[in-house]
């Protein structure tokens, strides 16, 4: 999951409070002379110079990892296109497996943690199948080109600065690798986030995320109940909505309890009543009205907070769910093309034109395109989901 790895770094960054901003650091220099106030201010926090001698000297930048940033996904991928993606026979079929051989470890890290087996293990596929692909290049060389490029220079420094003190303390090697972004292991971890949130749970002074399920399995449980995972609840549930449903209703920001969906109309997946409760949830209609429906309570919320993106977390959640041995969707699934950027551009361009503000066109839908989306549909009496979709592209060209 590289493209998204920056979503999910929202952690405290504990050892980095005085680095470079962008504005104070002359856009003439040199990588040289960046790694040289890399060094002081790694002095200047305590890590060793022995540890600086062997991870900054003769290092040179990355022009792949510049390249990795700048590229950008020309389709995004709707619904259906996504879930199939990542929740495929080979995830399913492997996941169940995993959570067969790694049954003692994962269920000793729910008496201590509160999180299940299976979530664990969706997190675990989605993020680097299963530990079948944790990245290939050197950790210290890709923050040091991401940090010393002025894109996102403060954010970087950050992290790289956070790796050098984590191989200062022995807990991570000089010569780890993994993503072009910095994140490492099987579970993607970010260098704060391994400082934050990871557990040496075998206690040998290493934070084990490549090799050591103990240390690995451990360290997403923490890292999700310090995010806000809560215990004997599950993440959300497909459900069905009756026809002339009030689809505005359908946002993350608007939370109601259970029993006050059910008084709205909305059943269970099968049209059964929803369970009575006064759990809070929000409706999530991820392809719009003509799309599946979910119910998604505070645990799905905690899943964005790993990786800020609905379709992730809902792959996690359906993921999880068919290892726990529920059936597959009850929605059919729609053929649908997807939008290039350059589909979604023409979108916020039309739409800014006709008065309803999307900010400047970039070519995500992002809440400020989906809230002028909705503004649109209200003026020209169509169903008001936000969906930014195929059906969209063809009202507004």
């Known amino acids: 999951m590289f493209r998204l790895i920056i979503c999910l770094l929202f952690s405290g960054w504990a050892y980095a409070n005085d680095t470079l901003a962008p504005e104070n650091v002359p856009e003439t220099q040199s990588f040289e002379e960046f790694l040289d106030d890399i060094r002081h201010q790694a002095l200047d926090q305590g890590i060793s110079k022995a540890t600086l001698d062997q991870a900054l000297s003769a290092l040179t930048l990355n022009p792949k990892v510049l390249k990795f940033d700048r ?27 995993k959570l ?50 002025l894109r996102r220079r403060e954010f970087f420094t950050q992290q790289l600065l956070a790796l050098l003190k984590l191989i200062d303390e022995g807990k991570i090697p000089a010569d780890a690798k993994g993503s072009w972004a910095g994140a490492m292991g099987n579970v993607q971890f970010m260098p704060t986030n391994v400082a934050t949130y990871g557990i040496d749970a075998d206690q040998d002074g290493e934070i084990g995320l490549w090799d050591n399920t103990q240390d690995i399995f451990a360290s997403a449980a923490n890292f999700l109940q310090k995010i806000g995972w809560h215990r004997g609840e599950r993440w959300g549930r497909e459900v069905s909505i009756p026809q002339n449903f ?10 109601k309890t259970v029993n006050e969906w059910q008084a709205l109309g909305v059943r269970t997946a099968q049209g059964q009543d929803l ?36 379709l992730y977390a809902l792959s996690v959640g359906h993921l999880s769910d068919r290892l726990a041995g529920t059936s597959q969707l009850y929605a059919k699934p729609i053929t649908e093309p997807s939008l290039s950027r350059t589909d979604v551009m023409l979108i916020q361009t039309q739409l800014n034109k006709l008065g309803f ?8 839908s992002g809440p400020k395109t989906r809230n002028a989306t909705r503004q649109y549909q209200r003026a020209n009496s169509l169903p008001i989901d936000g969906y930014v979709g195929y059906q969209l592209l063809q009202q507004i060209k």
């Not at 503000?357 to 995500?364: F, K, L, S």
């Open 100 to 149: 067969d051989i790694h049954q003692r470890i994962l269920q000793n890290n729910y008496q201590k943690y509160g999180v299940p087996p299976h979530i664990i293990i969706a997190f675990w596929g989605l993020e680097t199948n299963y530990g079948t692909y944790t990245g290939n290049l050197s950790l210290v060389r890709s923050l040091a080109t991401l940090s010393h490029d």
């Open 275 to 310: 369970p009575s409760s006064t759990l809070n949830a929000s409706l999530i209609l991820p392809m719009g009205y003509n799309g599946p429906a979910f119910l998604a309570y505070r645990n799905f919320r905690a899943i964005l907070r790993w990786n800020h993106s609905i």
């Open 357 to 364: 503000d999307t900010g400047e066109p970039d070519g995500i």
């Open 246 to 255: 009030d689809y505005q209703l359908a946002t993350l920001k608007n939370k």
């Open 71 to 97: 590229t950008q996904a020309e389709f995004s991928q709707n619904f259906w296109h996504y879930l199939g993606s990542r929740v495929s026979e080979y995830r399913l079929n492997n996941g169940s497996e």
